[in-house]
């Protein structure tokens, strides 16, 4: 594995988290102090060139999801940047580490979004269980007003930006981005109908950016470094790092920051020091309990948006949640879609009936009764019907699972 540069750990462990000298003493807001020789528009071109996509597991180009809101309904008085902090992936713990031991670096990378966009006001919805880094972000919310990294005419760059600090109820369905502005906005946490989406209309009706916390702090070493040195990173396709968060029976468990592109087995045989004496690799679920299974067959796969695209894969929000040979797993199977079932919000018919009879399926006794093409069939039907990714997910699962093990016997 070539050398690469660290993003988004570039500090941890290596600072206070709770001191803002120290992240100033390590590089910290020189990007800010670079937007004052630059233009919203040519932050714009700088993010875009960069090819930097969304952490959170879509995808989705970063620089054009900003262009369509700062380009949205000119005549707008507002625009809203809100990071998607709600981190409740199964297996997904990647966000949290940036919070808790560099939460500076996320409120730089709003910072740098809302000047891109002009916004004047910016949100972090952040899961309520997540205690340490609710501290740390308020302490470091803080201590940028007090240094005029927030507030009114930030660094004389002409830009007045306003934060402030949401906590989630524990809603899984509030990681989606337009149910977290509804809680956002003090309603019950239930899916919009998509189109609009937030670039369009977002919180209260504005156009809006949301981005999940490592895509915000990739932003600070576009701006600082510039696009060239981060298109160094990774493959053609998928530019930069990512965060990996590997669970299971391995040597090493824990949160890794690797280029895009590094194999399945290069992460979990080599970064990770391979299996735990006594166990075998027989999977790995890529993405949480919205992803899917990728067999031994899949070990040399590039850990990169387009080639797992290509084989039916997903990178999702980069949990990878090893099995073993010993792990049942049609007692797996069943804990996701339970899962499913418990974080259903009931409000579209495919889905809260849907997960209800896939549950219902993989819970029969004797394996040998499971029907396989009632799970698929009925997961398709959801992943067509259903108002948000909740109902659209659980077909990746079951499909991946299906596509390499056939059946639960």
Known sequence: MKSFPLISLARSGKVNPKSIEDYLNTGGFEAIKKLSSMSPESVLDEIEKSGLRGRGGAGFPTGLKQRFTSSSCLSCEKRYVVCNADEGEPGTFKDRMIMETDPFLLIEGMIIAAFAIRATNAYIYIRGEYYPSIENLENAIKQCYDKGFLGKNILNIGLNLEMGLFKGAGSYLCGEELTLLESLEGKRGYPRIKPPFPAEKGLWGYPTLVNNVETFSHLPFIISNGSEDYIKIGTAESKGTKLFCVSGNVNKTGVFELPLGVTLRELIFDVCGGMKDGYKFKAALLGGAA??????????????????????????????????????????????????????????????IGTRLLLNEISKQNSAEIDMNFLLNESEYMAKTSLCPLGQSPVLPIKSYIRFFKNFQ
Do not use: N
Not at 316 to 343: P, Q, R, Y
């Open 291 to 352: 992803g899917t299974f990728a067999d031994q067959s899949m070990l040399d796969i590039a850990l990169a948006y387009e080639t797992l695209k290509k084989e039916g894969l997903t990178l999702g929000s980069g949990a990878v949640i090893i099995v073993d040979d010993k792990t049942d797993l049609k007692k797996m199977m069943k804990s996701i879609l339970h899962f499913f079932k418990h974080e259903s919000c009931g409000k579209c018919v495919p889905c809260r």
